[in-house]
């Protein structure tokens, strides 16, 4: 089971398998899904986020040079707790994320939707090539919830 049709893609392509499938995502609890509605309809004050991830793959590097050249004013959101995160990056119009190797998914980027942002993003971000990733708030999370019906078929 694979998190997303890219990772799929990908693991094919490297493996050779051919008994995968795609869960369109991960599993989504209520009380995350309660969060990211009630998140959604925060007001977007502040416009360019970069999340603080410590790890270089995340690609922090890139995403504060293209804002510093595109002359973006822009925040590094640093992670915490999940809720007070979330609460914070919903604030922002833009998530600017550029991963520098394959997000099989990429949950923040969902997330970030969720909450009625839009990302910059490149073609690192399994996330992104979902079919569901062109929805947005209500109508995203009321995906995430489907898919957990999905997603429980596929482990029965």
């Known amino acids: 089971i694979m998190r997303s049709a ?8 490297a493996v050779g398998l051919k008994n995968t499938v795609s869960s369109n995502g991960n599993p989504w609890s209520k009380a995350d899904r309660e969060l990211l509605r009630k998140l959604s309809t925060t007001q977007k004050t502040r416009e360019f986020a970069i999340v603080g991830h410590t790890h270089p793959s995340k690609g922090i590097e890139d995403a504060v040079a293209h804002c510093e050249e595109k002359g973006h004013d822009y925040q590094i959101v640093p992670e915490g ?3 007070r995160f979330l609460t914070e990056l919903s604030q922002y ?7 520098r190797i394959f997000e099989s998914y990429g949950r923040i980027a969902f997330e970030f939707l ?3 942002g839009s990302i910059i993003h490149n073609n690192m971000l399994g ?8 929805l947005r708030g209500a109508e995203l999370i009321d995906f995430a919830k489907d898919n957990n019906k999905y997603i429980l078929s596929l482990v029965e």
Request: charged share 25%; hydrophobic share 40%; proline share 7%.
């Open 6 to 13: 890219g990772h799929e893609h990908a693991i094919k392509q």
């Open 81 to 83: 707790p999940r809720e």
């Open 93 to 99: 119009q833009f998530l600017v994320f550029l991963p």
């Open 114 to 116: 969720c909450m009625n």
């Open 127 to 134: 996330f992104m090539l979902e079919d569901h990733s062109k």
